[in-house]
Each structure stands twice: as structure tokens, then as C-alpha cells.
């Protein structure tokens, strides 16, 4: 099947602009594989001459066997008052190996000559002999012509000339770049239906997010006959970050009914984009349309319950389609619609009585300040303790947290957990980098003598908030945390207006959590 | 100056449907303040029928002397087969006693057989009967058309009829919403003129983020005539999120060319984003387009270098507009003139190589996790450390904090605190409702025997944030502490992975100042 759009992941490239982000060569290879598998139709790997990191790379991912995805190797244009041939950047491009060569040239006067510092001419030739070198090395060449936005804006005739020029030379892609993104939708529009007015070459467009327009602005070049889209899974890249290929392809398909990947694959968008972020070190963003975890989460009272007489009320696509899901959001405000569907997929019964005593309980925890609506990993505990035939996997006895500031010693910080697990009591302690760090481990520690299957369950993320704050270290602190055993992650709640307690109820409802569903996969 | 487009700032209600955001209502009040000074035209403060606490706002914002905005209380059209008298959400409305209500309504015939469960005539009638008598009240009418781009994509007819039936019952602008946030920028724009096409009242728009695309169609709106725009403030909100008004706004103003905010109010942009990130406790975004951290940071090498050059090159605006400022990701250091300027104001020297000591110290304990931003307290009591003959007012030796969980007792927690003032040592302790507020007590009952002038010195706020959360409970803690002391009110900071040490520093900060500026009045 021949795509409608072509997709151009620049994720490996672009996307390590991001601030934060440093990928190891390991990390860019095992990128790519996802990529290939997800289906995207090209692979920016790097730009062989800037790092030794990325020509790495390139020679590792020749042994890949990627199935899909052809790799591109990223340059730029020849230097001025030079020959092809005596040019080390495109020596090192043709170096790389890879079936694709993207040349990046200036579109905009006066980049031209005040950054390259040469003539207008001069410019158009650099872009000429380099594309022609490239497909004389019979190369596919992708054409990137940088600030092609701002060039046409200032001088539209000389910006459609080094178009014409990469076109001339045989490239077989000219892609307008919006390289500050400082361009709207409609503008982008214009231009290219303007270019392709005058030329026959496939269009594509590369955005970024500067003015917030990313996404509609690669979608407005679609709609105007582009036909290959640039962008990075979760838009990361340089400042506020490249065009969003989670948002764009199912944009493309979904909404505007392009055919670019098979939707068997599209299903697989959410866990690529949670793969990304895994690699890049960076928590999951969760209000990222269709792939984030608040993406499809209904909390407003009015929209949870239309949405139980109507999903197509408050969602756009039926989540399963980019592998997201739907869900309900628990606080105070909820009604019993939304305990019955949580408690139907845990297979409990949650019904008349139980789901009474459930909401009464939810509502006075409230008020004391725990929050569930971010917190499925204590509301389904909750559940659970709910059923008359529950068991407790283990029962809190005392325990004793101590930091301890010692002149000469520094600081000191050891607790003691004393549990119960059936009839078996555990007495045990441990130190830790602060208080709440410490009780984790002794009450860890403490349960795996029992639970050994505990080991691979990680504390994932830790937040603390002050609740009116202002009545100064006597306020409820509302303790959240994240755990993570292997695949699954929940999260818990405590509030109190001790620290300590708080954490310990949310680290207690967590590896309780965890000891309920241990058997389950 | 009669703006070009009316900025509805719906923060405090929609927004406040994103997951983990829980106002308070005097975190409201606080947002209403800073978004009336910053200039926006209306403020949505809420639903008043839906909760005690949005209620007590309305009630309340009437004494806080508001400058520009005005306030409007957002409800639904009436019950079916009711008359607006004997409606009590109409009533409720009426009683929160603001000078705008904005009213929402069915625009989709699907919503209103299948939700609504009426007729559509009956739906019809419903608008038109709510807005007349809001009209009759004398209040300006907001009409929010939910759902509208969906509902006129099924059947124009029918949506075109419940904007008719609110204009001609006296509404004062008409807001298409495309609640879902599944409509596309062109779509927005072929409504938007079909709509003014037929109906003189103003137009306004508001829009979601599911796609992608929620600030080109609100752009796209206002390009086909929209003279009023809904969104929020970091683009907050249900699911994905609102349309971004930092985004918004300086793109209408600075890429549109309309006027919607003096100049000056503009380039208090990102002071606001960070602001009410800070109320809902949310780490500000560092990649938010124009107000982001990262919006104007440089990390490419060859932007850097082109930057160097020309500062247009890889920069959409001059950050200073919208109050940002551009980096270069390498390390950033403060100005000395800064330093000089707060030494100054103390009367103390901070010249030369004091400064460049008290750079470095800033440096290091930022780089450890503290943040002197707002913590001017901790600045000076620095300050004051590098004279050469400074002396501290005390002087910490040891302290143990306990927190007991014991069977039948509860939770138990004591601090223990030695400290040297002078010549003399003393040693004491007091228990708390966490260990943050024994340690404190403790501190103080140590103080108070040899400064009683402590005594109105009140710790006001104490706030805890988690850097790096996902190192969970080994990350490193944050704590800001606000202490008032009559008029005078200021902020210290501590930073550690243990959240008592971290404490500690801020708390001891804090007294320190104190110490310095009791007899300064």
C-alpha cells in the first residue's frame, strides 16, 4: 500500500534538541527498531558530522534488519566556493551509508547573507551541485529548505528559486521548513499552494511549536498537497519542541481519512509514545492528545455521566484505536455509575450497599484531604477491603521513624517497622536517605520475607503537596505515589497532617496493590 | 481602547477540570487578582450550583475590588419542561450576583435526544427562555453553544436554530465551543462564516485540545470574525486541556496583529503562567510556547552560533514582550549587578569578592536543588554570613525528630532540639502534629528563652515540592517557608533528600532573619 502521506520521524535528530534529552548510541538503535515496527516511513538518524556518536549509528544500523523504514543521514549543503567532491560534510554524509540523504539549505536572504555570509548565487548553486551530487551517488534525496516561511514572507521570488534549484538538481522531496514556528496555518497554506503552482516535486512540511500551531500547521500543508510530514513522537525537540507525530498521524488518519499506516499499527501509537519517554528519561506527558493517560479521563460529574449514556459526548475517537483507554476519574464529585464500571473490571461486586459505604468513605477521606482522582490504586484497594471475604495481606503493627542531626555525624535517619502477615509477626528496620525513604524500606524489607515476589515492584514517583499551606507546618500533606512492576504502574494516596503518615498510608495501599494483582498477568 | 478580541479567562472553572488540580477558594480569589492585573476581560469563576466552594468565591470576589475584568458565573439552560422561575440552577445563577452569565446549551441534536432526552423544539424553547430572563435581570449574556462544530456537522439547520433562538432572546455574544476537541482549523473557519452569514450577534470561540489544535482554531476563529476567546491559562483543563492563552494571546497580538492587551500588560505574560502553576502546584512547563523555561533556550550548536549573528534566526519574537528571557543551555550564572543591588538595600558591602563567593555558594546550593528565585530571606541571611563580622544569632548542635506509629496509640511525634546562643546551650523539646512542626516548635521554645521578641514571628506558609520526583522518596525535597511577623512578611528555602534536613535549613533561615531585623523597624 502506497501512503497517502509519508511520515519522516526526526525523533533520533531534531528531537534530541530537546533540553535534557542525550541519547547513547544503544538508545537511538533501540528507537529505531520501535520506530521501524510502528511503521514510519523514514528514520532520521542523526547528522553523521556533528558527533562521533551519530556516525556510530549509522554503521550499527546497517545490522538491524529494519523491515520498514528507510534511514536518512542529515547535512547541510555544501560550503560556499567549494566542489563536491573537496567537501568533507557531504563526504561524511555519503559516508553514512544510509539510502536516504537529507541536505538542508537557506531559503531566507537573509540568513544567506548574514549567517553564510555569501551571495544569493552562490547560495542556489551550493544547493544545486549538492542535491545533484547526491543523486549521482544514487541517493533518494529529501531536500529541507530552512525558514522556507520567513524566506518567502521576505522575498518570495529568490525563497521559490532554491526550491527550484534542489528540483532542478533531482531532489525528490522539497520540504518547507518552519524552522522558528513562527508561521500559521493559513500562511502555510498559501505558500505551498503557491510552490506547487510552480513545480512538479512532491512537497513536504517540517513545523515546530514556537506559536503553538505545530500540529495544524503540518495538517494545513496536507491539506494543500504535502505529501510528507516531519515531526518527532511526543514533539520533542529544540525549545518548545517539534510538530507532534502522536498528534498528526492520527489527525491524518482519523480525522481527515488519509491512509498513512495500517491502523493495526496506529493501535500501537500509545505504547511507542510511553516507549519514547522511557528512553528519554522523561515522565510520560499525560494531557498529550489521544496518547496521553488524561487524554481519554472524564472527571467533570455532567461529562461522566453523559458519557455513560453516549461516549461519542466528551471523546473524539474511541481510544482503542491509538491504544489508549477511557477512564473515569474518582473524587468526591463522582457518582456511583463510575464505582460500578471500575469495580465491573476488577470483577467485584460494587453494587446497592458496598457502593454506598464506598462513596461515604471516599467523600470523608476528602475532606481530610486525599484525593482519588489520581489515585485507581487506593480506590480499587479500597474495593477490595470492601468484599466481606477480604484478607489483608499484612497488617501495620508500630513503627518508629528517627532523623537524627548529630553535631559532627551530620544527619542520621533509621525506622522500624513491626507487621503482621498472617500469624507471622516481622520486626525489622533499616536506614534511608530521609524519613519516608527509610520506612519504605523497612516495611519492604519486612514483607519480602514473605513476599519475595515483591522484589521487581519500584517506587516510581513520589509527590508531596501542602494543602492550605498556609497554616504553616501544621497543614494536611497529601502524599501521591507512582509504582511501576514491569509493564503496570498504579498510583496511591495518604493525606495527613503528618508527613510521615501520609506517605505511610499511600506506600501501604501501593504494595498492597501490588500483592493483589501479583498473580494476575 | 476597545480591544479587537475579548480574552474569557475560564482558569478557575474549566481549567480547574484538569486531573489534580483542587483550588481552594482563596487560591481563587488569589488567580481572579493576577488575572484582573494582567488585564484579561472577563474572569469565569465558576459554577455556582455545583459546589459549596464556587459559591463562596462568588460571594467573596464582590469585595476584592476588581480593576478590569469582569466576573461571569457559568451555568446551563434551564430544566425541560420548567419555566425559568422555578428553575433553581437559573436561580442560583442569579444569586451568585454577577454582572455576567454565561449559559450553556445544546447545539447537537444528538446531545439533546440522547442526553437531554427532550425534543429538539423543547430545546429550542429551553435556550431562548434562559436567556431572556437573564436579559430581563439585566445581566450581559454569554451564550456557550456546546458541542456546536459537532452538532453542525450532523445538522447545520438544527445548530444554526439554537444560536438563532439565543440571539434573538438577547444574547450578548454567541461562543462556538468544539467541546470534544475534534474540529480542524479550516472547519472552524468554513462554520464560523456560515454562522456570521446568517446571525449579526458577536461571535465567540472555544476550544479544546484533543486534536492538537486548540490555538490554531481559536486563531482560525478569530481570522473568519470571532471577536471573544475562551481559554485558560497554561491551557489547563479537562483531558488533554483549553486552549492556551499564553499561547494565544501574544500570537493574536504579535503574529495577527490584533490589539487584545497593552504592551506592558503583555510582558507580564510569563510571570502570570508561573503564577497560577504555582497555586494549582504544578511545575511549571518548560515548554510551553512564549512562556516556557525552554521557549527561548538554545541548545543546537549552529543556533547558538546563529544566534550570535542574528538574533531572528531561531526566535519567533523577542522574548522580553511576553516578560520571557532566552538562554543558552550551557550554565547560567546571575548578574552581579543583581547581588549589588539587594547588598545595597541591606547597607551592606557585597562587592567584588564577596559577590563572587556568594555566586558561587548560589551556584552550588542550586545546582543541590534550592531555587533563591523567591526566597530573598535566604539571600540576605547569606549576605549577611559573608561579613567578615557577622555573628549568628544561634547556633545548631544536634536535634532528633520521632514519629511513632504505636498499636491502639496512634501516631506519636516528638523533636528534640540543642543549640548554642552565646555561651549558653540549651536543650529542650516539644511534640507536633508531623515532625516538621515539632522540630519547629522545638526551635522556637529553644529561641524564645533568650530572644522573647520571637514571639509574633509566625511561621504563614510552608510549601514542599519534589524535584526529580521519579528517583521517588530518595529525591530531592524542596521547602519554601513564608514567615510574617506583623507587616513584614518574607521566604527562606531549604533543599535536601531528606525532607527534615531540607526543613530545617529554611525553618533555621527563616529565624535567623528574624534575629537580624527585629529592631530594623
Redesign the interface.
Known amino acids: 500500500m502506497t501512503p497517502d502521506v509519508f511520515i519522516y520521524d526526526t525523533t533520533l535528530r531534531d528531537g534530541s ?3 535534557g534529552i542525550s541519547y547513547s548510541v544503544e538508545d537511538k538503535l533501540k528507537l529505531a527498531q520501535q520506530l521501524d515496527a510502528f511503521g514510519v516511513h523514514y528514520i532520521e538518524g542523526g547528522w553523521p558530522g ?1 558527533n562521533p556518536k551519530d556516525a556510530a549509528f549509522f554503521e550499527r544500523v546497517k545490522s538491524l534488519g529494519l523491515k520498514h523504514a528507510k534511514i536518512a543521514a542529515f547535512g547541510s549543503t555544501l560550503r560556499k566556493n567549494t566542489e563536491p567532491q573537496d567537501d568533507t560534510n557531504l563526504q561524511t554524509l555519503l559516508a553514512a551509508g544510509t539510502p536516504v540523504i537529507t541536505l538542508f539549505g537557506k531559503s531566507w536572504d ?2 544567506v547573507t ?2 553564510l555570509v555569501t551571495t544569493l548565487e552562490e547560495n542556489l548553486a551550493m544547493i544545486q551541485k549538492s542535491v545533484a551530487f547526491m543523486k549521482a551517488h544514487g541517493r533518494e534525496v529529501v531536500y529541507d529548505a530552512e ?1 522556507f516561511f520567513d524566506g518567502y514572507r521576505a522575498n518570495p521570488g529568490y525563497a521559490l528559486a532554491t526550491l527550484r534549484a534542489a528540483a532542478e538538481a533531482g531532489a525528490d522531496v522539497l520540504v518547507l521548513c518552519d ?4 508561521t ?3 500562511e502555510i497554506e498559501d505558500a505551498i499552494r503557491a510552490v506547487r503552482a510552480e513545480l512538479s516535486t512532491p512537497i513536504g512540511i517540517h513545523t515546530h ?5 505545530a ?3 503540518a ?2 500543508a496536507v ?1 494543500a498537497g504535502a505529501v510528507h510530514v516531519q515531526g518527532t513522537i511526543n ?1 520533542y525537540g ?4 517539534n510538530a ?1 507525530l502522536c ?2 498521524i ?2 491524518l488518519q482519523l ?2 481519512g488519509k491512509s498513512v499506516l495500517p491502523p493495526a499499527n496506529l493501535a500501537r501509537l500509545t505504547e511507542l509514545s510511553r516507549y519514547v519517554a522511557e528512553v528519554a528519561n522523561l ?1 510520560p506527558e ?5 496518547v ?1 493517560s ?8 455532567v ?1 461522566a455521566a ?1 458519557m455513560l ?2 461516549p ?6 474511541d481510544p482503542a484505536l491509538v491504544g489508549n483507554q477511557r477512564r473515569t ?1 474518582i473524587s468526591e ?1 463522582s457518582g456511583r455509575g463510575n464505582l460500578l464500571e471500575r469495580s465491573q473490571k476488577l470483577g467485584l461486586d460494587c453494587s446497592g450497599e458496598q457502593a454506598g459505604e464506598m462513596l461515604n468513605q471516599i467523600k470523608e477521606l476528602e475532606a481530610q484531604g486525599f ?1 482519588f ?2 489515585a485507581e490504586g487506593s480506590v480499587d484497594v479500597m474495593m477490595h477491603r470492601l468484599q466481606p471475604t477480604y484478607e489483608p495481606p499484612f497488617e ?12 559532627g555525624r551530620g ?1 542520621l ?1 533509621d525506622a522500624m517497622v513491626k507487621v503482621r502477615v498472617g500469624e507471622q509477626v516481622i520486626h525489622t528496620a533499616a536506614e ?6 527509610a520506612l ?1 524500606t523497612a516495611l519492604r524489607k519486612a514483607l519480602r520475607e514473605v513476599y519475595p515476589d515483591l522484589d521487581p515492584v ?13 497554616t ?4 494536611v ?1 497529601r502524599v501521591l505515589i507512582d509504582t511501576k512492576d514491569g509493564a503496570r504502574r498504579w498510583s496511591t494516596v495518604g493525606a ?6 501520609a ?2 498510608r499511600a506506600m501501604s495501599d501501593s504494595l498492597e496493590y501490588a500483592l493483589l494483582n501479583l498473580n494476575k498477568n
Chains 1, 2 share one sequence.
Open positions: 534538541q530537546r533540553e556533528s537573509l540568513q548574514d549567517v525558514h524552522t522558528n514556528g513562527g500559521l496555518p493559513w511549536e514556537d506559536s503553538g500551531c500540529v495544524a500547521n495538517l494545513a491539506r514533539g529544540e525549545r518548545v519542541g507532534n498528534s498528526i492520527p489527525d480525522r481527515m515522565p499525560k494531557h498529550l492528545p489521544y496521553g488524561s487524554a481519554f479521563a472524564h472527571k467533570g460529574g461529562h453523559a449514556r453516549n461519542a459526548s466528551y471523546q473524539i475517537i476519574v464529585l484525593s482522582e489520581s501495620l503493627i508500630d513503627f518508629v521513624v528517627m532523623v537524627e542531626h548529630r553535631q544527619i535517619t534511608g536517605m530521609g524519613p519516608v525513604s519504605d519500584r517506587l516510581d514517583d513520589y509527590k508531596v503537596r501542602i494543602l492550605d499551606s498556609e504553616g507546618t501544621d497543614a500533606v495527613s497532617p503528618n508527613i510521615i503518615e506517605s505511610w
